[in-house]
Every structure is written in structure tokens, then in C-alpha cells.
């Protein structure tokens, strides 16, 4: 098993659509990339710990590769909107994504590259180090799941094709 995390909005989207994706043996939401150890949701939201909210993704490359999950994540939000996904706007709804060593940063860049042809603005995600990944409370976990008609702060484009691979969406 290998771990991917990523940062795309509210992440209660973002984590329920990476549970979609077949391989993908956990979706956890939580913070990162913030200066304040072990935050909480309220801290987070203050904007003053830098954190971003996210989702630390634990997946089996050999059902799933780390290429396909960039797709997906290309594919689950807007990653030209600085800061902000919807109507949730703040540092910690920023695109990021958070690679775990030189192979995931490699495949984030080329992966970027090859994505902005679908888009008309330029794309603004960080890429950078992964962080310590603090888990979000109990109650964020699987929000969609517990609250079953909720509706979604998420979309699935479904246009921006896999490189070298047919699309590959959440």
C-alpha cells in the first residue's frame, strides 16, 4: 500500500470521491500543510494555521496507479481558483498536492503540464512536500456517507483524459 494525499476544497468531496475510485483502500479526511500541530476544524477555519484541508489517500498500485489518481483529482475540482472551490473560499480550500517522494513529485508536475490544456486559466495547485497529515475529527469522516442527500461541494468534469490512457475519473 502506498499513500497519496491531496488537497482540493472541502475535502468531505474530495474524500468521498478518491473512496470511488477502485484500489483506493482509504480516504481520510484532514489537515495539512499548516504550522499548528494536531488542528482542529475551528482552527483551520480561522484561517491562522495555514493548514489546508485534505486527504490523505492510501491506495494499492497495483489496482491503481498513482498517475490515475492524479486524473481523478484533475477531474474532482478546479484547480485554477486560487483559494477558494465553489462557494468555499479561504487558504485552507486551496489545490495542493502533497507528494511523498521524487516519483509522485515528478508524476504532479507532468501530470500539471499535461492537464492545462483543459483548462482556460492557468492552473495554480501547489505541489510540494508532503507534511505531517493531522486526521480530521470523528465527525468529518465519511461525511457524505452519514449524511446520505446532503448534496456534494464536488463535481466530476471527466475531460481531462489520463496521459497515454484512456479518461480515468472518480
Known sequence: MEK???????FWGVEHLFNQVPGV??????YAGGSL?????????SGRTGHAEAVEVTYDPAKVTYDELLNAFWNMHDPTTLNRQGPDHGHQYRSAIFFHNTEQEAAARRSAAAAQQYFDRPIVTEIVPAPKFWPAEDYHQRYFDKHPGHGSCHWVRGWVPAEGAASQTA
Open 4 to 10: 497519496a494525499t491531496f488537497a482540493g476544497g472541502c
Open 25 to 30: 483502500s482509504e480516504a481520510l479526511s484532514g
Open 37 to 45: 500541530d494536531n488542528p482542529t476544524y475551528e482552527q483551520v477555519c
